[in-house]
């Protein structure tokens, strides 16, 4: 089932069956037939490290989704709440036990916290009168979730804002123990580095967790050679730019949600013969994407403009392979032409899929309105034109374009200019409050306090610097057989990977003055081993890193790490972890203020 | 699977703009295409019923099926839908919960003991917040003595923020000094377990005076900051004005009243609430933003109040005609010119819903306004209004025209209102860039001005390369014959 996170460099399965383990320990504590009732922002997460076979086996018979009122009719003993730890399911789940009818069989509640018990919630069930209904209040430490191979995340939609915003460091902390969880499973790290607050706080706090477990020596052969932890605030650029990648541009524009995308049906219906086009699907396609399906993995992180080739070479060694059964004459031939039968016709149903959903990509990319917005954004970064009004941007406003393409937009101008002239500012804040709403003033507030879009401060431009020294524009740009990370966006190299690709050669020292302008401290920390456990690198063998995204990544950085990690004499290979998969949208729609 | 060049460029080029390829050199998305139609000639051959594959088992919607999202849908499809019901409840929950009575069978001391002998020590952390509760349920029967010690006081300050970490019942009460509260609490900070550092919180929010909170909290920033979020999650927003207030954190002091103004639902109310706002500390330039909120919802209230009388009325034709699709309470500043300008446009302006007005009120800058009043005057078809936008008279009285947002963008509204041929041309004919001109007359299919201005260029192989996207016989093909053929240009080309 889940054979695609063993491929990788570090076996991610190790990380599952630990996780589906706790699960199951659970799940015994709760003796007798059961029903679950899901927070539902939890079933995908879930869904990634458990069927449910594994809860039937466990004697779940039923599952619902959290919501107000009576629960619906069960005939089982126990009823398990898995939630996050957030006061407003408090309040259904509140409603859920307080309507439950007393004249029926007494059944037991549990609750189980994703991934942390909090104080606050159990106040809130306590003043709401329930909190001595539960029998089992637990926590289940979901801390980093495997989503393939070499990737892994917290998928904590607020981790961002909580950090940046809010200085809340809950979110830190659940990353820290994540952190502590693979070393226990994968060993020590001896090398962390880090650049940013953030990735400071957290390294302060594995530090210390680790002080704290002294007694318990890990024992374990350390698989991972390096750590590296960025604070997203380090890169405010890379996310806001349009991502180019096959998978990139998956998630801009459908959005993938753990590991699934849902695309419009029509391309997708079933064509049989004879069958004209009648019982159209209305209900969108839904298709998982990840590593377990061979295509995809070849195309995702290939820039759009290079899929095309590959899926056309595709289809003539798919027709080739079909047309196999011409020449098998014997028995023997054609039992073997049907036993390759399953692989090829799953081969030519990938195939198709991906066929379609580059059409639906193309009819974007082809657009218009998409070239003119690519077209500024690359302009901005390569440092054109920042310091003024964009009358492009301005056309946006006047017609009305959703306001969270405008924000990214302007956004990534003002990170462009180390901040925009105040005179600029205020035309576009005025611009935007007048025709989205002036309630939107909060949401400006918190993009300048997130940094994301601010008054320049001196008067200095520091950004020329920043993409000289690191190179982050790239003019000659080879899209179908890259030579440099920049092809992710076609031309701009994303500023988090560029440095963890300097990092890993030459290292930092060589570009000690960009880090100093760029936000927080950079450090590094060592963590002895035991001689026993010292590794000897056979020569020519890569390091691992482990690079940890505080506050969210994007796929066009993963491309670009796997990229790197890809590299004949690259010499690092990377495994990626994160608060959160996102993009520019997903990122904005986080700080904007949510009626209520 | 032959396919000739030519309908394959047409079939992929058809669009104008090319993705973000730079170089028009080859178009490597063509190769789509093939695949496309590999796959197709594929599927007559293959049976292509998705149940025989013996590969993963997914269900239409593409879910594995037996994956925890699918099975949910299976197990309470008769359970009602789950979306808006949940949503709705979510939103009702407080009020709700009037009704609810609270169950006192459920707080008893012998449920609570029923689960202690069954399972071991489960107390939250917050029981171990109440003294008093903490020990009315506390019985001991039969437990094992190392046990008793889960309970006992006598824990270290490490030892309490260590158990308070696990989860694990462990008073505070018995940290009474000034000086003890404020080493726990900066134990749990060292910790970093904001769950701990909450928890510590409560207790001293519960214990200490505001004022010694605050002064205290002002010196530990991380503290702060756990508690301005867990004012914020409780709602608590009376004490997190008077902490920002204590701080002199003006700004957020502003932002945090005035946000306050989105849980108001009822318009009069929501106004009265915006007037608080005006005087609150925001910069010079969002003072007047707030102000403009204000006056805007203020004058919002008025035009609604006179409309919908209008329109229930019926006797007045643009509401009979156009009837209103929403009520204009709450809209953006530019959605109300538009309104203004579709409904109000000849009103004086004396009154509160005349365009005019609002353009003075809100100092609407001229490119804004006239774009507004253009969308909305060509929406309802009046070409007259829209002519009269541009116009212009000098002080000889001849007249002129003159776009301040640039006839381009005249023309694109206008377009998109589906404006007829004429008008359209009138106003391609006035932009000054040539190459903008002959996109637009061609985008727009309006020959006349296509041609003209070939001519005027004396561009013959554009022209002619025109004559091929024309209809055959038709008056633009003999039109272009002509040109063509007329002896007295001189083609440049």
Redesign the interface.
């Known amino acids: 089932m889940a054979a695609h996170l063993s491929y990788g460099r570090v076996n991610l399965n190790v990380l599952r069956e630990a996780v589906r383990r706790e699960l199951r320990e659970f799940l015994d ?1 709760c003796a007798g037939s059961k029903a679950i009732v ?1 927070d ?1 922002y939890l ?2 997460p ?2 990634l490290i ?4 594994l ?1 039937k086996e466990h004697e779940v ?9 009576r629960l ?1 009719a069960a005939d089982v003993k126990n009823i398990i709440f898995f939630v996050r730890p957030r ?2 399911l408090m ?2 789940i509140a ?1 859920n ?3 439950e009818d ?1 004249r029926g069989p007494a059944r037991d509640f549990h609750i189980l916290f994703v991934p ?5 919630c ?2 809130r069930l ?1 003043d ?10 637990e ?1 289940y430490s979901l801390d980093l979730i495997p989503f393939d191979g070499d990737l892994l995340s917290m998928e904590s939609e607020s981790a961002f804002k ?1 950090c940046y915003l ?5 979110s ?2 659940h990353a ?1 123990k994540g952190l502590m969880t693979l070393q226990a499973l994968y060993g020590t790290i001896p090398q962390i580095f880090g650049k940013g607050e953030c990735a400071r ?1 957290v390294a ?2 594995m530090i ?1 967790m680790k002080r704290e477990f002294t007694g318990s020596q890990n024992s374990v052969f350390p698989v991972f050679d390096n750590l590296l932890l960025l604070d997203r605030n380090v890169d405010l650029l890379t996310p806001l730019a349009t991502q ?1 990648t096959y998978e990139g541009l998956i998630d801009e524009i459908y959005g993938i949600q753990n590991s ?1 995308v849902k695309l419009p049906p029509e391309k997708f219906a ?4 004879g069958d004209s086009g009648k019982d159209l ?1 209305t ?6 994407l990840n590593s377990a399906e061979e295509l995809y993995a070849e195309i995702r992180d290939k820039n ?6 590959v ?2 070479k ?3 060694v ?2 080739a392979a ?1 047309e196999e059964r011409h020449n098998a004459k014997t028995v023997g031939e054609i039992k073997q032409f049907v036993s390759q039968l ?1 692989h090829m ?2 081969a ?2 990938s ?2 899929n991906h ?2 959903i ?2 639906l990509i ?1 009819d974007v ?4 309105d ?2 003119d917005k ?1 077209t500024v954004e690359q302009e901005f970064m390569s440092g054109i034109d920042t310091d003024k009004v964009n009358s492009y941007v301005e ?1 946006c406003i ?1 017609q ?1 374009h959703p306001l969270i393409k405008v924000l990214r937009l302007i956004c990534l101008q003002s990170v462009c200019n180390s901040g925009l002239k105040q005179k600029v500012l ?1 035309y576009y ?3 935007i ?7 939107h ?2 949401t400006l ?1 918190s993009l300048e306090k997130a940094g994301l879009l601010r008054p320049q401060a001196g008067g200095r431009n520091n950004y020329p610097t920043i993409r000289k020294t690191l190179r982050l524009w790239m003019d000659d740009v080879n ?2 057989n890259p030579t440099d990370i920049s092809y992710v966006y ?1 031309g701009y190299a994303p500023l988090s990977v560029r440095l963890a690709q300097l990092l890993s050669r030459p290292g930092w020292r060589s570009i000690e003055e960009v880090l100093r302008i760029l936000p927080g401290p950079h450090f590094e920390e060592r963590q002895p081993l035991p001689t026993g456990l010292q590794k000897k690198r056979q020569p020519g063998e890569n390091r691992v890193t482990l690079i940890f995204f505080l506050g969210g990544v994007t796929y066009a950085e993963i491309a670009a790490l796997r990229f790197l990690s890809q590299l004949e004499d690259g010499g690092t290979e990377y495994v990626i972890a994160t608060t959160k998969l996102m993009n520019g949208t997903s990122w904005i729609e986080s700080l904007m ?1 949510k ?2 | 699977m032959n396919r000739t060049k030519g309908d394959e460029e047409e079939y992929w080029n058809s669009s104008k703009f090319k993705a973000f390829t730079f170089d028009d050199e080859d178009d490597e998305l063509s190769q789509l295409k093939e695949s496309k139609r590999a796959v197709n000639s594929l599927r007559d051959f293959v049976d292509d019923d998705d149940d025989d594959d013996d590969l993963e088992r997914v269900s239409w919607s593409g879910e594995p099926v037996g994956s925890i999202s699918w099975t949910i849908k299976e197990t309470a499809g008769n359970s009602g839908s789950t979306h808006e019901g949940r949503e709705q409840k979510s939103r009702n929950n407080f009020s709700s919960y009037g009704q609810l009575s609270k169950p006192v069978s459920t707080y008893s001391l012998s449920s609570l003991f029923k689960g202690r002998t069954r399972f071991g020590s489960f107390q939250s952390l917050s029981d171990a917040l109440s003294d008093t509760s903490a020990k009315s349920y506390a019985p001991e029967l039969g437990r094992p003595k190392g046990e008793y010690r889960d309970y006992s006081n006598d824990w270290s300050l490490s030892d309490t923020v260590r158990r308070l970490r696990k989860g694990k019942v462990c008073s505070l009460e018995r940290f009474r000094s000034l000086q003890d509260k404020l080493q726990l609490l900066e134990e749990a900070v060292s910790m970093h377990d904001g769950n701990v550092i909450t928890a510590v919180l409560i207790f001293l929010k519960r214990t200490l005076s505001k004022e010694i909170l605050f002064r205290e909290l002002e010196v530990r920033q991380v503290a702060l900051r756990h508690l301005i979020h867990f004012l914020k999650e409780i709602g608590d927003q009376k004490l997190l004005l008077d902490l920002f207030r204590f701080l002199d954190r003006t700004d957020e002091l502003a932002l945090s009243h005035y946000r306050e103004h989105l849980n108001i639902q009822d318009p009069e109310k929501r106004k009265e609430f915006l007037k608080t706002c005006v005087g609150l500390p925001f910069s010079a330039e969002d003072s007047a933003h707030i102000q403009d909120h204000y006056t805007l919802l203020e004058r919002q209230i008025i035009i609604e109040a006179t409309d919908r009388h209008l329109e229930s009325a019926g006797q007045t034709e643009i509401f009979r005609k156009h009837p209103r699709k929403a009520s204009i309470l709450n809209m953006p500043l530019v959605t109300t010119l538009f309104y203004s300008c579709f409904y109000h446009y000849t009103e004086a302006e004396g009154t509160f819903s005349s365009p005019v007005n609002l353009k003075k009120t809100f100092k609407i800058p001229d490119k804004q306004y006239v774009l507004t009043a253009l969308a909305a005057r060509a929406k309802l078809r009046a070409w007259h209004d829209v002519d009269a936008l541009f116009t212009t008279k000098n002080w000889l009285g001849y007249t002129k025209k003159r776009a301040p947002i640039g006839f381009h963008r005249v023309v694109e509204i206008l377009h998109k209102n589906s404006a007829p041929v004429q008008i359209l041309q009138e106003y391609i004919n006035l932009v000054e860039d040539v190459d903008i001109k002959l996109n637009l007359a061609t985008k727009f299919k309006c020959h006349d001005v296509v041609i003209d201005t070939c001519r005027d260029l004396k561009d013959r192989q554009q022209l002619v390369a025109y004559r091929s996207k024309v209809d055959k016989g038709s008056a633009e093909e003999e039109k272009i014959d002509a040109t063509l053929n007329n002896l007295h240009i001189r083609w440049k080309n």
């Open positions: 504590k899901w539902e079933t995908g879930f869904g458990a069927q449910y076979s809860l018979e039923k599952m619902f989704t959290l919501k107000g009122n619906p006061l407003e309040d259904i409603e036990v307080l309507s007393r942390r018990r909090s104080l606050l159990e106040q306590k709401l009168g329930v909190l001595g209904s539960f029998i089992h209040r926590e909580e809010e200085s809340d460091q809950t830190l902390y820290a706080q302060n706090m210390r180019l699934y079933p064509k049989k013969q699907p209900e969108a396609k839904k298709l998982q759009f403009n290079a899929v095309g080739s899926l056309s595709k289809a003539k798919i027709s079909f399953p016709q799953a030519r149903g195939l198709a066929t379609s580059a059409e193309k990319t082809t657009s218009e998409f070239f690519l056309d006047a009305k205020d804040r005025r611009e409050l007048q025709t989205y709403g002036y309630e003033i909060l507030y899209e179908q076609s203020e009626p209520v």
